[in-house]
């Protein structure tokens, strides 16, 4: 039970950590103060709350598949703040535009950022407040739960304090694409995890599964826990996730080239100094 705690908890705080991590990094390019972090974390953490304590509601919608369809929204939804996130970024991008690194613009970057914490917190606390919420009210699996929870949650926030400083350590001409990549894989694992519950509703038809790698890397091991967090791993996926997966990479990248023949008057330059979070 302990160890079930720590990689559980552990999987579903570094997928945030990550997003977290990332945003912060082109929050600091782009002279947006952080206070946005404590804004999003704690919406993210009500709602992940509100939604855990509703979920045996929840669960009864759209007959009887409701946490899959809601998921499945959610999951969607962070997909499209990506996209409209990086397509402010490529266009305001202070490294390739310099004329327009402090722009009015920052606000709805900052908007964007809260949004997607929020609803990647909601998402992933409340699979956390269900797990512990079913295990501590067995009094000899609280203690281990308590403190594997505790230490996944640890390991997580610690990675994402890595990812943050390792990525202000590298150089600038490098930090975008980095940071772009990450996030473009965090789109590919929305999309893709959207579609495999939409198909397991039986709102998406199944499809073929493309390959098999559970010998190698089982999906329920350490590894691939770490995996799934990191990059969406999946030991088998079905035609339709592999398809959605790329989709959702793309889009990301699509968004990003496409902010870059966009080109920002000059007159739109605000002083980001003056930036509220």
């Known amino acids: 039970m302990f160890l079930n705690s720590v990689v559980l908890v552990l999987q579903e705080a570094l997928e945030a950590a990550l997003l977290i ?11 947006i103060k952080p206070r946005w972090v404590l804004v999003s974390i704690g919406l993210g953490s009500m709602g992940a709350l509100i939604f855990a304590l509703n979920m045996a509601l929840v669960s009864e919608w759209f007959d009887y598949v409701g ?42 970057i900052m908007v964007c950022m809260i949004l997607l914490v929020c609803l ?18 067995q009094p000899s699996y609280a203690q281990p739960t308590l403190a594997g929870s505790g230490i996944g949650a640890g390991i997580g926030i610690s990675a994402g304090v890595l990812i943050y400083y390792g990525l202000l350590g590298v150089t600038r001409n490098k930090v975008t694409a980095i940071s772009l990549s990450l996030l473009s894989l965090v789109g590919g694992n929305m999309a893709s995890q959207a579609v495999l519950l939409l198909t397991q509703a039986d709102w998406l038809p199944y499809s073929q599964i493309l390959w098999d790698s559970s010998a190698q ?6 590894i691939g826990h770490l995996l799934y967090a990191l990059i969406g ?30 080109d920002v008057p ?4 605000l002083d980001a100094e003056n930036t509220g979070y």
């Open 21 to 31: 991590s990332v945003l912060l990094v082109f929050s600091k390019h782009y002279q």
């Open 233 to 262: 791993y999946e030991a088998t996926p079905s035609l339709f996730q592999f398809s959605a997966y790329l989709g959702g990479i793309s889009l990301i990248l699509i968004f990003w080239l496409l902010g870059k023949l966009i």
């Open 120 to 137: 990647a917190i909601t998402r992933e606390g409340s699979e956390i407040f269900i797990y512990i919420g079913g295990v501590i009210n």
């Open 266 to 269: 000059s007159t739109m330059a």
């Open 217 to 222: 890397i089982p999906e329920n091991s350490v």
């Open 67 to 108: 946490q899959e369809v809601i998921n499945a929204l959610i999951q969607f939804s962070i997909l499209f703040l990506l996209g409209l996130l990086v397509l402010s970024l490529s266009i305001n991008n202070p490294f390739i535009k310099p004329n327009t690194n402090v722009i009015k613009s920052n606000l709805w």
